[in-house]
């Protein structure tokens, strides 16, 4: 049995998608496509995708603030 994929290699694999390429993107096409593919889940999911993404750019904003507390709680070394 093979190991499950990673939450990381998961979103990276959806990014490739997104591209359109079976390679790691250059970091600013990678970070247009994560912000496509967010705003799609967004528009089809949240009941207010304006406030929603307000809410969702705070959270990571709380992460990417304090990483060493946020990968420690998800096992992640840094």
Do not use: C
Not at 1 to 26: C, F
């Amino acid at each position: 049995m093979s190991p499950k994929p990673t939450s990381i290699q998961i979103l990276d694999a959806a990014l490739w998608t997104e591209i359109g390429a079976e390679r790691s993107p250059e970091p600013e096409e990678a970070f247009h496509a994560l912000a496509s593919l967010l705003s799609r889940w967004l528009l089809a999911r949240a009941e207010y995708p304006e406030l929603e993404s307000l809410r969702l750019f705070a959270k990571i904003r709380a992460n990417v603030a304090n990483p060493k507390q946020f990968l420690d709680n998800q096992g992640i070394d840094i």
